[in-house]
């Protein structure tokens, strides 16, 4: 079982930048993928960024490729999303996600744990 609590979303002006943070608790923290997806009204979830259990593996969408960043620290058992240059079509409800496994996955319906979600909103 993983328990995981995002935080760090806000209000941003567009252009620029927020951290994310997911505090897990549970065992399998340290060996799940883990992954950040966000959701806009009457938009569909979809993944932001998707890291390995060791770190040494991320993929992240086109969308946001080269705006944002995941990493984690299984020390401290959290997940972490840095994000620039934010544009209002960023706006959204940020989930963070965890597998469960080793498996590297985009697909939403193979993460067994999410978050509550954080809100980032960019006004323009």
């Known amino acids: 079982q993983v328990q995981l609590v995002e935080s760090g979303g806000g209000l941003v002006q567009a252009g620029g930048s927020l951290r994310l943070s997911c505090a897990a608790s549970?065992?399998?923290?340290?060996?799940?993928?883990m992954a950040w997806f966000r959701q806009a009204p009457g938009k569909e979830r979809e993944v932001v960024a998707v890291?390995?259990?060791?770190?040494?593996?991320?993929r992240y969408a086109d969308s946001l490729a080269g705006r944002s960043f995941i990493s984690r620290d299984n020390a401290k058992n959290t997940l972490y999303l840095n994000l620039d240059s934010l544009q209002p079509e960023d706006t959204a409800i940020y989930y963070c996600?965890?597998?469960?496994?080793?498996?590297?996955?985009?697909?939403?319906?193979?993460?067994?744990?999410w978050g509550q979600g954080t809100q980032v909103t960019v006004a323009s």
């Open positions: 996600a965890a597998t469960g496994t080793y498996l590297v996955t985009v697909n939403p319906v193979l993460y067994d744990y």
């Open positions: 890291i390995s259990w060791n770190g040494a593996s991320t």
């Open positions: 549970g065992r399998s923290f340290s060996t799940s993928t």
